[in-house]
Nanobody
Framework: QDRLAESGGGSVQAGGSLRLSCAGSLLHEDVCLAWSRQAPGKEREGVARLYIGNIGSDWIYYADAVQGRFTISLDRAKNTLYLQMNSLNPEDTGTYYC?????????????????WGQGTQVTVSS
């Protein structure tokens, strides 16, 4: 699989927005796509997960900390995964990673993909 490449990180003030992008091998027939983040001194945490495929309807999961503020989406025409982040706060600071792997729907619902890219840094100041 091609290595995934994240972009779009930066520094913003609290309340601001950023849109992260992820390019690479994303266009599988059944695919599990995800974003995670890691703050300094903390473990990686899953942020959002998206299943798109031919079996059943699409499925999306958001961590409680980002529910209602972040949106994960896939633009098949551009072969790009996005994470739209609104109402950012300092607790959202960290390195953000994307992952994509061929997957059935039930597998995506129970397991995070783990082929994370190199990440993009997001810093939110108060």
């Amino acid at each position: 699989q091609d290595r995934l490449a994240e972009s779009g990180g930066g520094s913003v003030q609290a309340g601001g927005s950023l849109r992260l992008s992820c390019a690479g091998s994303l266009l599988h027939e059944d695919v599990c796509l995800a974003w995670s983040r890691q703050a300094p001194g903390k473990e990686r945490e899953g942020v959002a997960r998206l299943y798109i495929g031919n079996i059943g309807s699409d499925w999306i999961y958001y961590a409680d900390a980002v529910q209602g503020r972040f949106t994960i989406s896939l633009d098949r025409a551009k072969n790009t995964l996005y994470l739209q982040m609104n109402s950012l706060n300092p607790e959202d600071t960290g390195t953000y990673y994307c992952a994509a792997t061929p997957s059935r729907r039930n597998a995506c619902k129970s397991t995070w993909p783990n082929n994370w890219g190199q990440g993009t840094q997001v810093t939110v100041s108060s």
